[in-house]
């Protein structure tokens, strides 16, 4: 079992940057892979970006491809998500997730743990 702690999410005016973090407990981090969701306000929750165990895959939703980048380090048990670029439309509530499949997930079915979220304001 691991769980899960997002943090770094704020106001930011649109065109600004943020980093979110995701610290994982427990010694089997390395062993899930990890995504990124999102859930703006009346809205479902959605996809943003995925990444393999090791790091070396890492898959985007086409709403974030060229402005987010999703990262690890397994040493620190943590996930990072780098946004640049943000706009008001990247308003939502950011939660991690961790998965024991092996192949590229982008569904929220194929996740087994998720943090409570954490809350990113872009203003105009």
């Known amino acids: 079992q691991v769980q899960l702690v997002e943090s770094g999410g704020r106001l930011v005016q649109a065109g600004g940057s943020l980093r979110l973090s995701c610290a994982a407990s427990?010694?089997?981090?390395?062993?899930?892979?990890m995504g990124w969701f999102r859930q703006a306000p009346g809205e479902e929750r959605e996809f943003v970006a995925f990444i393999d165990w090791s790091g070396e895959d890492t898959y985007y939703a086409d709403s974030v491809k060229g402005r987010f980048t999703i990262s690890r380090d397994n040493n620190k048990n943590t996930l990072y998500l780098q946004m640049n670029s943000l706009k008001p439309e990247d308003t939502a509530v950011y939660h991690c997730?961790?998965?024991?499949?092996?192949?590229?997930?982008?569904?929220?079915?194929?996740?087994?743990?998720w943090g409570q979220g954490t809350q990113v304001t872009v203003s105009s």
């Open positions: 997730a961790a998965s024991r499949r092996v192949a590229r997930v982008t569904r929220e079915g194929d996740y087994d743990y």
């Open positions: 427990g010694r089997t981090f390395s062993s899930y892979a």
